[in-house]
């Protein structure tokens, strides 16, 4: 008869990459982004590191970095926002290790958040002008704004005088228009409300005059 040796099967294991640690630092006006990795190891060997970064408003702006080893063994990814449309609030930043085998692991993620607004609306109206000026103070939008615009209208009878103003900026962060009563129905007190257009064309709402 034939003699038949078998083998007896066995498992292994191969220890996931580990990471020490992942820190993200930014800069709200310039809207700079910086992750680095500290202490990446891997049993199979690091082929790369890949940061996917996407803001939360629209994951549509995702883009995968290759980060970029240092001389100290850690790597880092430098971007801003305009490479995501410029899109402000809350980012998501995911750390993967692609191992000499091929196999990618997420070894870790991070948040961060770009804040957007103003400190005041002030409106001067006096009953005798015929333009009260409108001032939007100390706004802050990351890498800066297109444009910035009042949308005015009186209390009395609502939303049904509207109009909109693009302001003027004084090169300090405030910028101003008048509101011409001619342009609306009644005296009395306005509703002020602040638009900024972002870099990538976004409308987005800084906030109101509240006397």
């Not at 290790?97 to 091929?102: A, C, E, I, Q, T």
Request: glycine share 10%; with cysteine.
């Amino acid at each position: 008869g034939d003699s038949r040796e078998f083998l007896t099967g066995g498992t292994f294991d191969v220890a996931p990459p580990s990471v020490e640690d992942i820190s993200v630092s930014t800069d709200n006006n310039s809207g700079k982004i910086t992750v680095k990795i500290v202490g990446v190891s891997s049993a199979a060997g690091i082929a790369s590191v890949r940061v996917p970064i996407w803001s939360e408003s629209n994951q549509g702006d995702c883009v995968w970095y290759d980060a970029v080893k240092q001389s100290d063994g850690s790597y880092v990814v430098k971007t801003d926002i305009s490479k995501h449309k410029y899109n402000v609030g809350k980012y998501n930043i995911h750390i993967y290790v692609k191992d000499m085998n091929g196999v990618m692991t997420n070894i870790g993620s991070k948040n961060c958040e770009f804040t957007y607004g103003l400190d005041a609306i002030t409106l001067q109206n006096d009953s005798v002008q015929t333009l009260y000026p409108v001032s939007a103070e100390n706004v802050v939008m990351p890498m800066g704004v297109q444009k910035v615009e009042f949308a005015a209208w009186s209390e009395a009878g609502g939303q049904d005088d509207v109009r909109w103003y693009t302001a003027n900026a004084d090169g300090n962060g405030n910028y101003k228009a008048n509101i011409d009563v001619r342009n609306h129905k009644t005296s009395g007190k306005y509703i002020i409300h602040a638009y900024a257009t972002t870099k990538g064309g976004k409308k987005i709402y800084l906030g109101s005059n509240s006397q």
